[in-house]
């Protein structure tokens, strides 16, 4: 008996006759998948000499437990030599080829389609296709063709392979299956050669162009690279039935991609294509503001002013333009565009007003100050002033919307400058009167603080004396919504300024302390605190024009405070603040106010005193 030696095994010659045929079958159907696994197509020749003609086909076409043939085990290694081996055994021994290399595994698989899943040589695959494997085979278990096989793992090389292949059908799934840009490149390139309408054909009820423009920006970028601007343009502006154009698609989830198409092009083509609107008049160029205002940016920057000018001024129809949409939602970006341009263009930018008359500059105030406020920096304060001068239909400022919006960004932008500037800016008036200092002191009082206290004291009170429509001064707003903050802007300062501030009257004559006694008695408290007693005495002495003094107001809205006011305080002085009269016509004092409000404060303050009233409301004799 013949012998020879195989990768340490030594093997008797395979004979149908022998009387251990069914070991030298295994045996056989053994060596052959050690030969499709380790690639040793010598191993597969040397099988099919030692074999009889008839035990032949069994050892390329028995199968494992998973229903894989020696042939398959070939196919997954991906070693063409070895295939092309094992298909020579069969041909030679009859065997029909193309019936082995269609023969499916128990999962549905053929030999191309592990050999496609596996990846591991086109080379392969070519071998398969090239001897009768069928190029449109589908897996049974999950109805993947070859094609779609290849592109959901990305098999480039493969790919190729099978598009070259006169036979192979393209379906739409094959088409619209998740893949890397590359091997959708390649797939679509190929279709388009068959059918040069593909991009617009309706593709699961959308262009084909917006899948691509959906999910594979990148893909559809490179497809159109090098062709003309016409066929760009009629791809890019292919819309569903919403009106929504692949450009939009691009500008929603590739803005990257459609920049690159736009890169190098003309203004006109630029133009042409930003200004594509849906249904609703949304351009492409709104969009990419909305959701990418950094490749708008980019495709700005290689176009002149005129063409920047006219894109952000593209208005969507009874609403807002692009410079408005990048002010609201992507403010740096707007401030990268207008960086370094000149300030006519800026302020021509800035301006640009939507149909409720708000300018782009009330858009950043609104919802990036701190953008405002690096496109103002640099800029001389006429400049600033202008922009900040702009008013709204409602006659609001973008100073006013800084001050309720974004107060540090304002605070920022009038710091270092000189004290004219800043005053005029405070100034500015709403149509109801109220100035920037007064949307301050309700809205932002620690901005206020900060700019009053990088500046002198004539500049502090007269921003301090600012008057609304109403005759209301800041600091008498100070007191209402912040009298900590005033209370600050005081500590700050020498106690003629204090004196003068807290001096201030309204229209009705209630004086600056009035309010804070009536509203944060704490306030006022904190503000005498430490002060000499002629000061305090001066304080809560002023009286409003009917006679109610400070201490008076006190007494009838925070007594607790008049007792922090003038504890530690010798009783001469008590005495005398206590004695201070309340002109209302009835002859009594802070003593007799405060017994009606506060009887526990006037008992801890003087018990003497106290211990003389007969009865609530009656007045000391």
């Not at 598009?163 to 190929?190: E, F, N, Q, Y």
């Not at 039935?241 to 736009?262: K, P, T, Y």
């Not at 309010?515 to 006022?524: F, M």
């Not at 925070?558 to 005495?575: E, M, Q, S, Y």
Request: with cysteine; aromatic share 6%.
């Amino acid at each position: 008996m013949t012998q020879f030696r195989i990768v340490s095994l030594s093997v008797p010659k395979l004979s149908i006759m022998s009387p251990n045929r069914s070991l030298h079958l295994e045996l056989g159907v053994q060596l052959m998948a050690h030969a499709a696994t380790s690639g040793q197509p010598d191993l597969v020749r040397v099988i099919s000499e030692y074999s009889s003609s008839h035990l032949a086909v069994y050892v390329v076409t028995e199968c494992d437990s998973r229903g894989n043939t020696p042939l398959m085990h070939a196919a997954m290694s991906g070693n063409s030599e070895v295939v092309q081996a094992m298909i020579d055994h069969c041909s030679e021994n009859g065997v029909a080829v193309a019936s082995i290399l269609n023969r499916p595994n128990t999962a549905g698989k053929t030999a191309l389609m592990l050999a496609i899943s596996h990846g591991k040589s086109a080379d392969c695959v070519q071998v398969l296709l090239t001897n009768g494997a069928d190029p449109n085979t589908i897996v049974a278990s999950s109805w993947l063709s070859a094609l779609e096989v290849a592109m959901r793992e990305g098999h480039l090389d493969i790919l190729r392979t099978l598009l070259a292949h006169p036979d192979i059908h393209i379906s739409d799934r094959a088409l619209t299956t998740i893949s890397g840009r590359d091997c959708t490149v390649v797939l679509t390139s190929k279709a388009l050669e068959r059918e040069p309408d593909l991009l617009s054909r309706l593709v699961n009820g959308n262009p084909f162009a917006h899948w691509l423009a959906d999910y594979n920006g990148g893909a559809l970028r490179d497809i159109v690279a090098g062709k003309d601007d016409g066929f760009i343009r009629g791809i890019l502006s292919i819309a569903d039935q919403e009106g929504f154009s692949v450009a939009h698609r691009l500008a929603q989830g590739n803005g990257v991609a459609l920049g690159n198409i736009l890169a190098g092009k003309d203004a006109g083509f630029g133009r042409e294509i930003l200004s594509i609107a849906d249904q609703e008049g949304f351009s492409v160029a709104h969009l990419l503001a909305q959701i990418n205002g950094v490749t708008l940016q980019g495709i700005l920057a290689e176009k002149n002013e005129e063409f920047g000018r006219e894109i952000l001024s593209i208005a969507r129809p009874y609403w807002y333009s692009v410079a408005h949409r990048l002010a609201y939602d992507n403010g740096e970006a707007l401030r990268d565009i207008l960086a370094g341009k000149d300030a006519g263009f800026v302020r021509d930018i800035l301006s640009v007003t939507d149909q409720d008359g708000t300018s782009v500059a009330h858009g950043l105030a609104q919802h990036n100050g701190m953008a405002l406020r690096d496109i103002l920096a640099g800029k001389d304060t006429g400049f600033g002033r202008g922009i900040l001068s702009i008013v709204d239909r409602d006659g609001g400022s973008v100073a006013h919307w800084l001050a309720e919006k974004n107060a540090a960004a304002l605070r920022d932008i009038v710091a270092g400058k000189d004290a004219g500037f800043v005053r005029e800016i405070l100034s500015i008036r709403d149509q109801s009167g109220g100035s920037v200092a007064h949307w301050l002191a309700e809205k932002n009082a620690a901005a206020l603080r900060d700019i009053v206290a990088g500046n002198d004291v004539v500049f502090g009170r007269d921003i301090l004396s600012i008057l609304d429509q109403d005759g209301t001064w800041v600091a008498h707003w100070l007191a209402i919504y912040n009298g900590a903050t005033l209370r600050d802007i005081l500590a700050r300062n020498d106690v003629v300024f204090g004196r003068d501030i807290l001096s201030i009257r309204d229209q009705g004559g209630r004086s600056v302390a009035h309010w804070l006694a009536a509203d944060i008695g704490s306030s006022l408290r904190e503000i005498l605190a430490e002060k000499d007693d002629g000061f305090v005495r001066d304080i809560l002495s002023i009286a409003t024009p009917e006679g109610h003094t400070v201490a008076s107001y006190l007494a009838e809205f925070n007594g607790v405070a008049l007792r922090d006011i003038v504890a530690g305080k010798d009783d001469g002085f008590v005495r005398e603040i206590l004695s201070i009269p309340d002109q209302d016509g009835q002859g009594r004092t802070v003593s007799d106010v405060l017994f009606d409000k506060s009887p526990d404060v006037l008992r801890a303050i003087a018990p003497d005193r106290f211990a003389r009233y007969p009865a609530v409301g009656a007045s000391v004799a």
